[in-house]
């Protein structure tokens, strides 16, 4: 799976929008782009997937660039709950890698009142 | 639906001894899989199960070993126990489709 980059820390206040980039500039055709986050010390927690189309859900929309090389979470409106380290992970859905996820060190995020 | 269960949630261990962790996958999800988070290596996948035959396996030692039972759930068993293996142990499980993995809250093992 190809490898992605992150910024290692970042800082948004209470009610802005929170916008987290991803470089993934070896990703395949067929590998999509994962978001999690992990709160201090709970499990991760799911937040959204795309292939080539931005996609939008309750939590947060992806924007994945035309050519793929880099995508961006955006937490709309930043809470103190979305305090937490945001991993973005490429990922081929093939039959021997359903289980796995292999991740970065992640962004931590720190929401500010 | 309930979530992804793990136990036991806190365990305390000797050096040499062994200890085995349990997880219960959502309701219809048939993979299971294991990783290991660490502050040092951060999160490791361990291994995969689906339908009670290991699919897929990480970078670890035999002293790390699994197992899924017919109802999917799974136990994890690390022998042996050394320092290092002190860590946050989390299951995951996915449907069939292999779309979305969904995490436990973890156990978190220190070893003495």
């Known amino acids: 799976d190809a490898k992605t980059t992150q910024p290692p820390s970042m800082d948004c206040a209470e009610g802005r929008a929170a916008n987290l980039p991803c470089n993934h500039s070896?990703?395949?055709?067929?590998?999509?782009v994962y978001w999690y986050r992990q709160i201090h010390s709970q499990g991760p927690q799911y937040i959204i997937h795309g292939l080539k189309n931005n996609e939008t859900n309750e939590m947060a929309s992806l924007i994945i660039t035309e050519d793929r090389k880099s995508s961006t979470l955006i937490l709309p409106h930043a809470t103190l709950r979305d305090t937490a380290v945001y991993y973005c992970?490429?990922?081929?859905?093939?039959?021997?890698?359903?289980?796995?996820?292999?991740f970065g060190a992640g962004t931590q995020v720190v929401v500010t009142p | 639906k309930a979530g992804v269960t793990q136990t036991p949630r806190y365990l305390i261990k000797t050096r040499g001894q062994q200890v085995t962790l349990s997880c219960s996958p959502i309701?219809?999800?048939?993979?299971v899989s294991w990783y290991q988070q660490t502050p040092g290596q951060g999160l490791q996948f361990l291994f995969e199960?689906?339908?009670?035959?290991?699919?897929n396996k990480g970078n670890f030692p035999g002293r790390f070993s699994g197992r899924q039972f017919s109802n999917s759930r799974s136990e994890m068993n690390v022998s042996t126990l050394e320092l290092g293996d002190s860590a946050l142990y989390l299951c995951?499980?996915?449907?069939?489709?292999?779309?979305?993995?969904?995490f436990g809250e973890g156990s978190w093992l220190t070893v003495v």
């Open positions: 070896t990703i395949s055709g067929n590998e999509y």
């Open positions: 199960y689906f339908s009670e035959t290991q699919r």
């Open positions: 309701s219809g999800h048939r993979s």
């Open positions: 995951a499980s996915s449907e069939t489709s292999g779309n979305t993995i969904y």
């Open positions: 992970i490429v990922r081929r859905l093939t039959t021997d890698s359903w289980g796995k996820l292999q």
